[in-house]
């Protein structure tokens, strides 16, 4: 258990665009809490030279591996890219976070327990006891809340952080939960992960986290982004609305 805290066996993936100031840092922060753990940068050809920087410490740590893609083409394809990295290279556990500095990787030996003792996914969770966020004003934190009390309600799912983008998965789940059908982008991509967890009957587990607004650089989050994923919420209830209506059908053979 000791060695799995430490990361053993586990892959975080980073997907990265402009974060040069914050990689450095943030590694340092992975290593003093999951020394053992393997680091993913997926950079989007970042202009700032986070990629080149990314590939000066892989050079010299061999925990650190980067992924160069041709150009910003957003989160949700940086992880699936990723996550398709890391099971080719029998990953057990392969892990989402931030490189901004708002997931603080000293809750990184709690995901991976969770996931070694009672989890298939864990969900580093902004809204269950003991999680918080903080340096967000009023409005940015109604529209988190809201966002994911509608998904939750529309869904009817009762994972209380959908839209938290700090999760843990075991390499399994992944693997059957069809991520090559996943076509949801922006805000809706962690909801339809999760969904499609929830939906295949996988254990996910929340822990509680405290989420702080980025330390350096300029949020990647705007109003198009969150528009954009609270309407792609409607196609995954129309999945789910599909699928029940198969299932209630009569066969041939029940006529």
Request: hydrophobic share 40%; with cysteine; glycine share 10%.
């Amino acid at each position: 258990m000791e060695a799995e805290r430490k990361g053993a066996g586990a892959l975080i993936c980073v997907p990265t665009y402009e974060e040069v100031e914050n990689l450095p840092v943030l590694l340092e922060r992975i290593w003093s809490s999951a020394p053992l753990a393997h680091v993913l940068v997926a950079d989007d050809a970042s202009p700032d030279g986070t990629g080149e920087l990314a590939d000066r410490i892989a050079s010299g740590d061999g925990r650190v591996h980067v992924l160069h893609r041709s150009g910003k083409q957003g989160l949700a394809k940086a992880y699936l890219a990723s996550f398709a990295w890391g099971l080719e290279r029998d990953y057990q556990v392969l892990v989402q976070m931030d490189a901004d500095l708002s997931h603080d990787p000293a809750y990184l030996p709690t995901l991976f327990e969770a996931l070694a003792s009672r989890a298939d996914v864990v969900v580093g969770s902004r809204r269950v006891p003991g999680g918080g966020i903080e340096n967000w004003g009023p409005v940015r934190h109604f529209v988190s809340w809201g966002g994911s009390t509608y998904s939750r309600l529309l869904l009817g799912l009762e994972v209380r952080d959908l839209t938290g983008g700090f999760n843990g998965w075991r390499r399994e789940v992944l693997e059957a939960i069809g991520l090559e059908a996943i076509d949801s982008t922006g805000y809706c991509f962690q909801i339809e992960l999760k969904y499609r967890a929830v939906r295949s009957g996988w254990r996910v587990v929340e822990v509680p986290i405290v989420f702080r607004n980025r330390e350096r650089g300029t949020s990647k989050m705007d109003f198009a982004i969150f528009l954009e994923g609270l309407l792609n919420v409607w196609k995954l209830r129309g999945v789910e609305v599909a699928r029940s209506a198969a299932a209630r059908a009569p066969t041939a053979s029940g006529r």
